[in-house]
């Protein structure tokens, strides 16, 4: 997981320490959404996911942060529900994390990317086939 941050951190010119944040979001979420053994396959491929997860924010607590945007973007995602709540409610907590929404897109990207490269193309498209959620949060925000 650390060269899969380094690099997401340097091709999005973000600090490392959000850009481990926004990665651990993203690994809740797919774990949220993933059916069967491929999470399993994905976290095993990804070695130090768990640490990575287990440090994430939650999300939960969006009076820690003053970013306004990120808590509107949260609030937004529990008010619309479905697939578009769900992303946007991860969107809005990877924005709290310190990930700029324009850049976003690019992180979930370059992460799926980096994904199936260790993890194989079957295992991530696997899951992101299971879940409509997942494909419309990779869809929505890497155009």
């Excluded at 651990?24 to 640490?51: M, N, T, V, W």
């Excluded at 498209?125 to 409509?132: A, D, R, T």
């Amino acid at each position: 997981m650390d060269q899969i941050i380094k690099a997401l951190s340097a091709r999005l010119n973000l600090p490392e320490s959000a850009v481990r944040a926004g990665v651990g979001i993203l690994l809740k979420f797919i774990q949220r959404e993933a059916k069967g053994s491929q999470f399993d396959q994905l976290l095993s491929a990804l070695p130090g996911a768990p640490e990575v997860m287990a440090a994430a924010p939650s999300g939960e607590d969006s009076s820690s942060s003053n970013d306004f945007l990120g808590s509107l973007l949260k609030n937004a995602g529990n008010l619309l529900g479905g697939k578009v709540g769900e992303t946007t409610e991860v969107a809005g907590a990877m924005n709290q994390a310190g990930i700029p929404l324009e850049k976003i897109g690019q992180l979930v990207g370059g992460f799926f990317k980096e994904a199936k490269t260790e993890a194989g193309d079957d295992v991530v498209n696997e899951i992101l086939g299971q879940s409509p959620s997942l494909q419309a949060l990779k869809d929505t925000l890497t155009r």
